[in-house]
């Protein structure tokens, strides 16, 4: 996965940039295979939390945008590029590209959703390798250049409010408004869609995330779950959404995300 997410990004990358990987305590290699990409590897003796290792990229980070992203994606041609000028056309300080996991509407999101579980079924047997994981994704694609070109034609400047959580794209603003993650909140990403909003109506100096329909970013998920990695190491006590937002406030704004709103200026 490490290889697949690499090419795409050398290859995809419109921009000059610096990569920040934040190693949480590996053992298969991956410190090493990123150092000698030339990425800054911070290599952590234990698995720290998401939001933990989010921070310590952040803090060594010198660009004028900052790209969160996991490693078990693909990003496609010049995505850096396209999510910055949306970015700067609609006064947007995060945005986030369309995937399996969050569409432009919910009957498309479920159909690739379902697209991709049948293919990992059928593909299962292959196991997980180079070969098999490009495979899927050309199944799933066909031509995956082909494929991000034509949903760009088809939803141009379409944004729908919401986030994909493996990919997020800040503005230096975004970065200083909002400050670090929450190290108590597990579920980070979610988080950080209600501090936008928060920030939004208490401030109205930011809007909350919206995801570029018309820029597509494969994402594998879930590949090392059956790995039983060490358990999470929290810097602060781990608490829930709830406890810190309130259920009426949490499940309101779950909600409005699945109304996937477009984006209204």
Request: charged share 25%.
């Amino acid at each position: 996965m490490n290889r697949l997410f690499m090419e795409a990004l050398m290859k995809h990358t419109a921009y000059t940039f610096e990569l920040i990987v934040v190693d949480n305590a590996s053992t298969d290699g991956s410190a090493d295979f990123f150092e000698a990409a030339g990425a800054i590897v911070i290599r952590n003796k234990r698995n720290m939390a998401y939001p933990v290792a989010q921070n310590q990229g952040l803090a060594v980070a010198t660009g004028d945008y900052v790209a969160f992203l996991n490693n078990d994606v693909v990003v496609s041609r010049h995505w850096d590029r396209q999510l910055i000028e949306l970015m700067e056309a609609k006064g947007l300080d995060i945005i986030s590209p369309t995937s399996i996991d969050r569409a432009e509407s919910q009957s498309s999101a479920r159909k690739l959703r379902r697209r991709w579980n049948r293919i990992k079924g059928i593909t299962k047997i292959l196991g997980i390798s180079h070969w098999s994981l490009r495979l899927r994704m050309q199944l799933m694609y066909g031509d995956w250049n082909g494929f991000c070109a034509r949903r760009k034609l088809t939803f141009e400047d379409l944004l729908v409010e919401g986030f994909s959580g493996h990919s997020l794209l800040f503005s230096k603003k975004g970065v200083e408004l909002l400050g670090r993650w929450d190290e108590r909140i597990l579920e980070a990403d979610f988080d950080l869609y209600f501090r936008t909003w928060e920030r939004a109506q208490s401030m109205g100096d930011v809007k909350p995330i919206y995801v570029a329909a018309g820029v597509f970013v494969h994402h594998y998920s879930r590949l090392t779950m059956g790995q039983r990695p060490p358990a999470w190491q929290a810097t602060e006590p781990i608490i829930s959404l709830e406890e810190k937002w309130g259920k009426d406030y949490v499940q309101a704004k779950i909600a409005r995300m699945r109304e996937y709103r477009e984006f209204g200026g």
